[in-house]
């Protein structure tokens, strides 16, 4: 019964202390800006990196962690390498024998403009065995048609984005289409080349360093073909485990000293996500350090309101108030800045980092951006914890701001506050 | 018999008491021995010049301040065995002030300044409505139970302050100087009001005044000089109080 009565006791002080901060608009208003806003910038800059660092996540994902990417140590960007080694089916059948490499598929790229209907299309046209490429990117399927098989030196695979272009004409399954490849082997010639469109894949986005959806994709032989020479742009190895993946990449290292470079999705993720987990931890810091500014400005505001109200805490003393009831009060009104700066924020901050996905556009996000070209808007991601943060925190900050100022009125001399003008 | 027994504690009991000031290395004697006793239900009046120690021996009695010697006791209780918790609740639940500024809440309404110590306390929200409302009525304000201070002239004021005084049922009321800020026809309601209290509820009253009209209509009337007691004045014969004291 007691404590039922002492649980009313602190509703009707925390009500008195609403009506406190209500009596004071303007002031109360400004102080839980400041909150608002400190928070908002935590929760926007935190939403958005994590967004930034999800859409990046999900196009290296794409590509199996148990994937690695084998390159001529030159090489890495462009295709074609003036580095002297080769890679060739030598490497293909060396590959093969390592422990825990299940495949080995070695492939051709190049750059290539597609003519389609008069309109030309800058694309990607990569030579590979066509079976593999469910096995290298996950979730791949084709929209229309069925992938070639081995050795169909005629047809092609159509990523999305080539088959239906922003501008010019959609190619249709079983299509011709003519395209002008370049850049094979370092070499500065043009080569046309014409197939079938067999299979129109469906709308994937990026994944690591190839953006799916503008690529054209041929058969092994077509590309060795066109390439004239026997040595690959690269060999993509198929791990059995993902926790074999480093013993191979070692193996593969260790085998070729600094000839190859080899590429892995996992690694370049783990990475990544370090880059990102530090952007996330520095932008929330700022947001943090406007946080710190509002705290400050909560000390004074309840600073200067137990001053102003010497004479009511006076009062309060002189009429039986308890120094811990006049303390919750005073606390209490910095707690309810905090939550309703807290709550505030939460919507100001939702709205915010919205904004900010254009901010870090081109960057990452949705299939496009980061690695792949073109840029998109990135969708920041609010996780649960991100939400109960940014609603509890500027109620602990708030709270401990109040704590000073709320002693103080609590330890008030009665006799003295009473004289107060 | 219980009636008898109630009536030998008095509501205020004062034994040899000081109050010494002292600031920095200098020491100003405020009340040099102070030994006074208020019977339950008594309306006594203290005066004297300014400086003569009534406000010091307000606060002493008020349990606001602590003397530098001797006992102070409120029915029947040493405050000096008491510490800051238990002398906020003998505050709240045997002492009513009432102040010449009035000291209301300007934010609430007479309703709710009424009520405040009733929070401090505890009391659920309806039952303290209906006390608060009742108190007002009392005093003749139940109209302006909503309305807030600025909204009420002085008197009126003044008589908030004394339903906020009265609504927790105290073993005594201090007053200080509570007509100061009023003009002569207030005055003479407000004390009006105070006797009424008085008589009507048994409530002991202690008023702090320089108007000797007021002090006229009290039944006793202390004079305090240099922190003394000068003389002791009986305006009425003690039995003649009325028994409403006992409650």
Not at chain 1, 276 to 291: D, E, K, M, P
């Amino acid at each position: 019964m007691r404590r039922r009565q002492e649980h009313m006791q602190f509703l009707d002080l925390f009500k008195l202390a609403y009506k406190a901060l209500v009596d004071r608009k303007v002031r109360s208003a400004l102080t839980i800006l400041g909150i608002t806003v400190g928070s908002a910038i935590i929760l926007a800059l935190i939403a958005s990196s994590s967004g930034l660092s999800a859409g990046i996540t999900s196009n290296i994902e794409k590509t199996g962690a148990n994937v690695l990417t084998i390159r001529n140590a030159g090489g890495f960007f462009q295709s074609g390498s003036t580095n002297t080694y080769q890679l060739s089916q030598l490497d293909v059948d060396y590959l093969k024998t390592i422990p825990g490499v299940t495949a080995a598929y070695p492939y051709y790229s190049y750059g290539a403009s597609i003519n389609s209907g008069g309109t030309s299309l800058q694309a990607s046209v990569v030579g590979m065995d066509l079976s593999a490429l469910p096995v290298l990117y996950k979730g791949l399927t084709v929209a229309e048609g069925y992938l070639p098989l081995a050795g169909d030196v005629t047809s092609a695979v159509i990523g999305w984005g080539i088959a239906n272009p922003v501008s010019g004409t959609p190619i249709d399954l079983h299509q011709m289409v003519s395209m002008s490849v370049t850049g094979i082997k370092g070499s500065k010639a043009t080569v046309s080349y014409a197939v079938l469109a067999n299979a129109i894949l469906s709308q994937y986005g990026t994944a690591l360093f190839s953006n799916i959806d503008d690529t054209v994709y041929i058969s092994f032989q077509a590309a060795q073909f066109l390439a004239k020479t026997p040595y690959f742009s690269g060999i993509y190895v198929i791990v059995d485990n993902t926790d074999d993946v480093a013993n191979v990449q070692n193996a593969i290292e260790t085998y070729y000293s600094d000839n190859v470079r080899v590429i892995s999705s996992g690694q370049i993720l783990s990475s990544i996500q370090s880059i990102t987990g530090q952007l996330t931890v520095f932008l929330g810091s700022i947001g943090a350090v406007s946080l710190f500014v509002a705290t400050v400005g909560i000390v004074n505001t309840m600073y200067v309101s137990v001053m102003e109200r010497t004479r009511e805490i006076g009062i309060l003393k002189a009429i039986g108030y308890r120094p811990r009831q006049i303390m919750f009060m005073f606390l209490s009104e910095a707690a309810l800045t905090g939550v309703i700066g807290g709550f505030c924020g939460l919507l100001l901050g939702y709205v915010l980092s919205f904004l900010m996905g254009g901010m870090f556009s081109g960057l990452g996000g949705e299939g496009r951006g980061f690695f792949g070209g073109g840029g998109g808007t990135i969708q920041p991601v609010f996780s649960t914890e991100l939400i109960i943060f940014s609603l509890v925190f500027p109620v602990i900050l708030a709270t401990v701001a109040g704590l000073y100022p709320a002693w103080r009125a609590s330890r008030m001399n009665a006799v003295v506050a009473l004289k107060y003008e | 018999m219980i009636a008898v027994q109630a009536r030998s504690v008095p509501a205020v009991e004062t034994i040899d008491v000081t109050k010494t000031y002292r600031v920095g290395h200098m020491s100003y004697p405020a009340l040099k021995g102070i030994s006074m006793k208020i019977a339950k239900g008594e309306f006594v009046s203290i005066m004297g010049p300014s400086g003569s120690g009534k406000s010091t021996l307000l606060n002493l009695v008020g349990a606001l301040d602590p003397p530098t010697s001797g006992k102070v006791i409120i029915d029947g209780i040493d405050l000096r065995k008491l510490n800051e918790d238990k002398l906020s609740i003998l505050r709240n639940r045997k002492l009513g002030f009432v102040y010449q500024a009035f000291n209301l809440i300007q934010r609430l309404t007479a309703l709710e300044n009424v009520a405040m110590p009733l929070i401090a306390r505890g009391i659920p929200e309806k039952n303290r409505r209906d006390r608060s409302l009742s108190t007002l009525k009392a005093v003749g304000l139940l109209r302006f139970a909503n309305k807030r201070p600025i909204e009420l002239s002085g008197g009126e004021q003044q008589r908030v302050a004394i339903a906020r005084a009265l609504v927790t049922n105290p073993a005594l009321i201090i007053a200080d100087e509570p007509t100061g800020n009023l003009d002569s026809k207030t005055t003479s309601e407000l004390v009006d009001q105070f006797v009424q209290v008085n008589e009507q509820f048994g409530t002991t009253i202690l008023v702090v005044t320089h108007n000797s009209e007021i002090a006229e209509r009290t039944q006793r009337i202390i004079s305090l000089r240099d922190g003394l007691i000068e003389k002791e004045q009986y305006l009425k014969r003690i039995d003649s109080y009325p028994n409403k004291a006992i409650k």
